[in-house]
T-cell receptor
Framework: GAGVSQSPSNKVTEKGKDVELRCDPI?????LYWYRQSLGQGLEFLIY????????KSGLPSDRFSAERTGGSVSTLTIQRTQQEDSAVYLC??????????????FGEGSRLTVL | QQQVKQSPQSLIVQKGGISIINCAYE??????FPWYQQFPGKGPALLIA?????SEKKEGRFTISFNKSAKQFSLHIMDSQPGDSATYFC????????????FGQGTTLQVKP
């Protein structure tokens, strides 16, 4: 079956513009994560969705960042008024979660965001 | 206290040699320690993971060694191959949400033929 799909794969935008990044998780996976990978850096947790529970937004760096997950499937990460420091690869991952044990995370190939 | 420190930043190994990457953590609540492998332009993929109730886990040429008292764990790649050339990330989380991972900074491994 298909893996985690992310779009766009590359996005170049101007400072101050809003961007939307999309994630299609593996069918049937109830847990969905967004991570950010800055150049030469490790991965940084942003947000977690599990079923119908309230999302864990504790990793979002500012109120310019938001995310939603519609129908328990597709997720959109929105960055408002983008800044140059937002330039990074945004990675989405999904897993078959059983309670707090989420098991293996399956990552997409990421959306590379460049803010000029 | 939430950090996971990884070393070295880069590593060059001859084909057939042993690659060793080390990680250290502070938060004693961590109880899940995976290693992810990432090739250029791809997302990370789970390589192997360990929980602190064992000191070692081996899968093929890949072994995790875990030292709970020292709060350290390491990845050993035996008989390293050019196809192992990638970036490796250690990570840690707790059983409250094992997917909410704190990642190390990554190690870029190059295996020379």
């Amino acid at each position: 079956g298909a893996g985690v799909s992310q779009s766009p794969s590359n996005k170049v935008t101007e400072k101050g513009k809003d961007v939307e990044l999309r994630c299609d998780p593996i069918s049937g996976h109830t847990a969905l994560y967004w991570y950010r990978q800055s150049l030469g850096q490790g991965l940084e947790f942003l947000i977690y969705f599990q079923g119908n529970s309230a999302p864990d937004k504790s990793g979002l760096p500012s109120d310019r960042f938001s995310a939603e997950r519609t129908g328990g499937s597709v997720s959109t990460l929105t960055i408002q008024r983008t800044q140059q420091e937002d330039s990074a690869v945004y990675l989405c991952a999904s897993s078959l979660a059983r309670g707090p044990y989420t098991g293996e995370l399956f990552f997409g190939e990421g959306s590379r965001l460049t803010v000029l | 206290q939430q950090q996971v420190k990884q070393s070295p930043q880069s590593l060059i190994v001859q084909k057939g040699g042993i690659s060793i990457i080390n990680c250290a953590y502070e938060n004693t609540a961590f109880d899940y320690f995976p290693w992810y492998q990432q090739f250029p332009g791809k997302g990370p993929a789970l390589l192997i993971a360990i929980r602190p109730d064992v000191s070692e886990k081996k899968e093929g040429r890949f072994t995790i060694s875990f030292n709970k008292s020292a709060k350290q764990f390491s990845l050993h790649i035996m008989d390293s191959q050019p196809g192992d050339s990638a970036t490796y990330f250690c990570a840690a989380s707790n059983s409250g949400n094992t997917g909410k991972l704190i990642f190390g900074q990554g190690t870029t491994l190059q295996v020379k033929p």
